[in-house]
């Protein structure tokens, strides 16, 4: 209807279907969130000319990074292999992020990580934490603002279980990325069940 | 219109909108699987009652676990803590399936429980890994003709991140799961991506 005889106003496709126009509205909201419908103020509804097979990405792609994402959990970068692996069990994650004094990203480590440096048959109370982890800049990276769609991407194509959230910072001229929660397949589970349950 | 009209021919609805029948195919076929519409032949299309934020989970709910699981990854039950290590590394996977003769799972190992067992001192060389797996019972399992949104919610409820996939058999009187596929976060996440680009 609006793809006929828009712009419509809420009202107008109220008569015309003869209903009331409280009964329309979440129809309306879920159409115009979904981008199917556009709708101007005191103009009223219009068609977009997207498609039906759209409206899930259109849902989906009004989630953000910030929506769905965990607390981070770090680890100083003074710490152990030891620490990590104990701090790894404690929170029951599948990756650590290590931090330098400010909460700055410095590296990433990972329950596979920390397997191979106790494997190594070195002592691992005395090996640096540092010496075990994915160093920065090769580190994927997601912003809070960042479309989840895109953070789930990238956890795919990365081949990855987790991103941590950063927030880029200046200090002493240099750009830093503060660490601010994490992006895991878990979340985008978690958010698979809810939208399907919804 | 269904709702007001229905039930109603698509070639009805085709000529109250002023479209050819071809141009409303694909949108109907949408509407029909997603669930908010019903079809039957030669009366017509019906409204079903359900609302517009049904049809994410009416697609959903069509989609099985054989539809996105992986190949399992297995090791036979007379391996060493070591091997299923070097397996988790080669495979790149974060569980690995312990079976018996046939194929039959017998137990899970994680990169948790290989963590904590290279960390116990012992020589994993000559450890079973019969000694550091899960066992069945106490495994969360997933059926190929499940619904993926259920096995979506096992990974979820039971804090995993892997489902064996199974088939269950006799033998010998006995029930058996045989190791047919295994469901991750990852397969997941992927649906996930997909739906959200399609």
Known sequence: MVKQ???????RIAEKLSLSRAALRSDLAILTMSGLLGARPRVGY??????????IAGIIGNIRVADVQSRPIVIRETCSVYDAIVAIFTEDVGTIVVV?????IEGI??????????????????????????????????AADEPILRAAKKLISHQVDSLPVVEMATVDQIEKFKVV????????TQLFVNLADS
């Open 5 to 11: 005889f828009g712009p419509i106003t809420g009202t």
């Open 181 to 188: 929660g994490r992006i895991t397949k878990t979340n985008i």
């Open 46 to 55: 219009y068609h977009t000319g997207k498609k039906p097979t759209e409206l």
């Open 109 to 142: 480590i990972s329950r596979k990580d920390l397997l191979k440096a106790a494997m190594g048959g070195k002592n691992i109370n005395e090996l640096p934490v540092t010496l075990a982890m994915t160093r920065m800049p090769n580190i994927i990276l997601a």
């Open 100 to 104: 330098s004094d400010g909460g700055f």
